[in-house]
Each structure stands twice: as C-alpha cells, then as structure tokens.
C-alpha cells in the first residue's frame, strides 16, 4: 500500500494528478489517499471519478480537530519515529516559527497514526507542504517517502527546505528541465528524475478540422481560447492588454475557462478596454468542456510570467492538452514552456509581459488559417512523440515499486 499525500483532493486545477493516480492503480499499485485540504470546487474531472483509492482529509487546522490529534500523539509519543520527527521539528523550527510548520507536524501525526495497515510507503505531490507532511510521517513510521514536485513548490520553496527534503527523500521526480535544474542546484541529483506529465491520447484523439477563418466574416469568428486559474503567473493582463491593441475590423472572440481570485478584475480590466462584446467569461470547467471548447476554437493563447515571489508554471498542462487537438498557440518561453513550444514550428513564443508582441502574434495568426493548421499538426505530433502518459507512468511505477523493495 502507497499512502499518498495531496494538498488537495479532488482539485479541478491538478487533472494531471489524478490521471496519474488512475494510471498508477491501472498498472497495481494500491493506494489510499490523504488530503491536507477538503475540496472546494464545485465539480470534478472524469479522471478524479477513475480513482478508486480512499480518501482520508488530515485535520485542515489542528484546532478543528484537537481530540483527533491528540490521540495520534497519544500513540505515537513513546516510539523511537516520535524522537525522530520532533528532532526534524525543532531543526525546521529554528529556520521557520510558523503555524504552518506546527500544522504540518500535527497531520504527519494523524497520517502516521491512520495510515492502512500494509502502507509501505508514502509517496507526496508538491515538494512545499505535502512533502513537509510526508518527511515528519517517514520519521515517525520509519517508512521510506518519495516525492513528486511540480512547479510553485520548485520555486516558491526556502532553499534549506527543499535540500533537507531531497536529502531524505527515495527520489523526487520533476515534470520540466527547468524545475529539475534548479532543485540539482541543491544537490543529490542522483535521485531526482525527469518525468513529463502527458496525455493519454487514446482520451485525447486529434481535434476536428477547422474552417479556415481569417477574421473577415463578422458572423464566423476566429475563436481564441486560453484556460487558465486567473492567478498573477498565469500573465493575464498582458493578455488582455494584447487582445485590445488587435484590430477591431477583425472578427475575433476570446473564450476564458478557469477560475481563481483574479477572474472578476482581469473582467473588469477586459470591459475597461472595450472588449466585452468579444470575451466569453465561462469560469471552472471540466474536462469535458475543456475538450469542447478546444475542439471549436481556431488558436489558444496563455502568456505566463514569473510572479512577483517567485512563482511560475512548470510546464502547464492545458497547453499540452490543446496541442493535442491540433491547436496553434501563443505562450511565453516561461518555466517549461519552451520543452513543448518551438517558436515559429508549433506555436509562436513572445517575451513574457510584453502585450504588443503578443498582440502580433494572436493578430499574425488571426490572419493565417494555413499557417494555425501547420503549427496545430506539428503540436499533435509532438504531443505524440513526446508527452504520451503511458511511458511517465510506467516510470513512476517502477521508481514506486524500487523505493518500496
């Protein structure tokens, strides 16, 4: 039994992980879920439905749940794993007085003491608080934990923190050359391994073929769509300021799908430019939509950034997903962009936060259905070559099943 460790389950934002937790239990691995959070979005992906793991939500906030935690302390106080994860405790402590670390130890108590019966090994997505969880958990079960880390975690992570978890950890795998560069910087490089997240593309067939619109019918518009949370990395402004310096005799319409705590001003910011005839706000979607939407639209476009802490996408899984239907796209050489996207072949890349040359580039391929078509075909061919998700997950489970021997 794999007991793995999530931030959140089931969330709309990380597809990517229940698809690989379903093709974990496809290929035998048993797992049973626990979750620091309970779930908040409204509706699920099919791929969370898939997964036949059970759930166990940690107390959220220690204070929800006191008796909870206080007979896993209970438990666990007099054992050996105990000195041992208090130990990892007051050496985090002198580097980090927060709630959030004496959180962490609290569920690591509860998951220690919880755990199945037969769990072999603890296994955690995001190397930030997950992992946290998981390495006070290793100490006090004496079992061994691995590590899966993605893109925030990567870089939003104190240095000190990430070391002493690659450290410890039987191997951390890592889904960009970028977030793998920087966490080697840290050292123990032998254990880290590169691992793409990809699409089962037997679920993911080629997108439709699509009428060669050049935005010069008022009543058959190019379609853009960009799916993204509305959050700071993601460059929304920009690419609302871009879309506004496009040219208006031009028939275009921009489709959003996601959520996030930027959605109403990034709106605002759109009408304020004159663009709410031509925007379509759909909010958090799942797959189903998501393949729907990409299946009528003539380009895709999402221009991240590095926010202002640091943080950054690794390599965003929509984009992979809309090359997949054959979609051109517009993006910035950000994180893993660049691993997926070659400019001029697949898509057009264009320096992050500058509007005007994302404005040339969506106008660019407004203008050109041919040129969309080729770049779409490239994009599906590289998807193919590159991100099926059958080789990952044989990956992933061979390095569970060795951390596990």
């Not at 690419?239 to 990034?266: E, M, N, S, T």
Request: glycine share 8%; net charge positive.
């Amino acid at each position: 039994m794999i007991a793995v460790i999530l931030k959140g389950w089931p969330r709309l934002s990380e597809s990517f992980i229940a698809r690989e937790l379903q093709a974990l239990e496809a290929r035998g691995l048993p797992l049973a879920l626990f979750s620091l959070r309970r779930p908040t979005d409204a509706m699920t992906h099919p791929a969370h439905e898939a997964v036949a793991a059970s759930v166990t939500y940690l107390p959220e906030y220690l204070h929800e749940e006191p008796l909870r935690v206080l007979k896993a302390f209970a438990k666990l106080r007099r054992t050996p794993g105990y000195r041992a994860a208090k130990a990892l405790l007051r050496a985090d402590w002198a580097r980090d007085r927060s709630r959030n670390r004496l959180r962490r130890f609290g569920q690591a108590l509860v998951l220690a003491a919880e755990r199945p019966a037969g769990t072999r090994l603890l296994y955690a997505h995001f190397i930030h608080t997950p992992a946290s969880v998981a390495r006070y958990a290793a100490a006090l079960t004496g079992l061994p934990f691995a590590v899966s880390a993605h893109a925030r975690d990567i870089w939003t992570t104190p240095d000190w923190d990430l070391a002493a978890k690659l450290e410890a950890a039987s191997f951390v795998t890592t889904c960009t050359a970028d977030g793998h560069a920087r966490l080697a910087a840290l050292g123990h490089a032998g254990r880290l391994h590169l691992n793409r997240h990809g699409l089962d593309l037997a679920h993911w067939p080629p997108g439709p073929s699509r009428p060669p619109r050049d935005g010069r019918d008022p009543v058959d518009p190019v379609t853009i769509v960009s799916i993204g949370r509305a959050v700071e990395k993601k460059g929304y402004e920009t690419l609302i300021d871009a879309l506004a310096l496009l040219d208006r005799a031009r028939a275009w319409r921009f489709v959003h799908i996601g959520g996030g705590p930027l959605r109403a001003a990034l709106k605002a910011r759109a009408e304020a430019a004159g663009l709410a005839d031509r925007a379509v706000w759909m909010g958090a979607q799942d797959e189903t939509a998501v393949r729907a939407a990409l299946c009528t639209a003539d380009l895709f476009a999402l221009t991240p950034i590095v926010a202002a802490d640091g943080d950054r996408d690794g390599l965003p899984n929509v984009l992979v997903e809309a090359q997949s239907q054959s979609l051109a796209v517009v993006s910035t050489p950000v994180g893993g962009v660049g691993e997926l996207i070659a400019d001029a072949l697949n898509g057009l890349l264009v320096p992050p936060g500058d509007a005007a040359a994302t404005a040339a580039a969506l106008d660019r391929l407004i203008r050109d259905p041919a040129l969309r078509a080729a770049m779409g075909a490239a994009g599906r061919a590289r998807v193919a070559e590159s991100f099926d998700a059958a080789p990952g997950a044989d990956a992933i489970a061979a390095l569970l099943r060795g951390a596990m021997a």
